[in-house]
């Protein structure tokens, strides 16, 4: 869970581009190779005119969490 989940939400959320100030992801269990399903849940938790705050988690096809991540995303062009 990383760019992929974050930067697609902050372009919908404030219709600009966006940079990442900073990510921290901390991985709660390993996901095997052979597991073909990771569900991953991103809401933002604040907005502001130049960022967003938001949180992750990623979880197995058991629905049991296997990571979990905060971004700093700042707001650019225009």
């Known amino acids: ?3 992929e989940a974050f930067g697609p939400l902050s372009y919908m ?3 600009k581009p966006c940079i990442s100030l900073y ?3 901390s991985y709660v269990r390993p996901v095997p190779c052979s597991q073909s399903l990771i569900t991953v ?3 933002v938790k604040e907005k502001t005119k130049k960022f967003l705050f938001m949180d992750g988690e990623a979880r197995n096809a058991e629905g049991k969490l296997v990571a979990t991540a905060t971004t700093q995303m700042m707001v650019v062009g225009e």
């Open 1 to 3: 869970m990383n760019q």
């Open 13 to 15: 959320v404030a219709q």
């Open 23 to 25: 990510i921290n992801t």
């Open 41 to 43: 849940e991103v809401v």
